[in-house]
């Protein structure tokens, strides 16, 4: 079956960095996204990988090994703003989005 | 970037009655577009996936009779809960993929707050 797993929550101090994990298993692959999605709101896209490697974008970076089927999310210079839930997810060969079940990251001053 | 708007952002109503919620796409054509539920706390959950011009495909376990779904345009699918009880207060999000962009990426409504009474 089609699974992705990633942790349920975890905890950082602002200003440090956090890596949040996320392993799938899927019929096929086409991509995998990170979305962050505050309460109440609706989830806002952070990137997007397909190939192997490391994506940077600001403070945020992803990294993808499709090999591993293995994603993490690495966020540097955390801020207060950034507590939210985190989605992995990835999209199968019929290009449906398979979810993950969100990490909820919480910041301390 | 694309956008994708969603109305109303909150509604209550009365158990029984109907509730309607649009999705558009407002810079860019979708002929496809999610549904989404999501519970407090809980992670979305694909409810079905709309179609333009053909009938929706739902997800195991949503009640397609329940929950109508309408794509009549490139721009525009509606959700609408019949008979609406309080077990269907919910977050209600749609979602659309601009297909014209590089990576096919998923665009977010803002969102409808579903309460029923």
């Known amino acids: 079956g089609q699974n992705i797993d990633q942790p349920t929550e975890m905890t950082a101090t602002e200003g440090a960095i956090v890596q949040i994990n996320c392993t799938y298993q899927?019929?096929?692959?086409?991509?995998l996204f990170w979305y962050q999605q505050h309460a109440g709101e609706a989830p806002t896209f952070l990137s997007y990988?397909?190939l192997d490697g490391l994506e940077e974008k600001g403070r945020f970076s992803s990294f993808l090994s499709r090999s591993k089927g293995y994603s993490y999310l690495l966020l540097k210079e955390l801020q207060m703003k950034d507590s939210a839930s985190y989605l992995c997810?990835?999209?199968?060969?019929?290009?449906?989005?398979?979810w993950g079940a969100g990490t909820k990251l919480i910041i301390k001053p | 970037g694309a956008v994708v708007s969603q109305h109303p952002s909150w509604v209550i109503c009365k158990s029984g009655t109907s509730v309607k919620i649009e999705c558009r796409s407002l810079?860019?054509?979708?002929?496809?577009m999610f549904w989404y539920r999501q519970f407090p706390k809980q992670s979305l959950m694909l409810m079905a996936t709309s179609n333009e011009g053909s009938k929706a495909t739902y997800e195991q376990g949503v009640e397609k009779d329940k929950f109508l779904i309408n794509h009549a345009s490139l721009t525009l699918s509606t959700l609408t809960v019949t008979s609406a009880h309080p077990e269907d207060s919910s977050f209600y999000i749609c979602s659309a993929r601009d297909v014209g962009a590089d990576t096919g990426e998923l665009f977010f409504g803002e969102g409808s707050r579903l309460t029923v009474l």
């Open positions: 990988n397909v």
């Open positions: 899927t019929s096929g692959f086409n991509g």
């Open positions: 997810a990835c999209m199968d060969s019929n290009y449906q989005l398979i």
């Open positions: 810079d860019f054509q979708a002929t496809t």
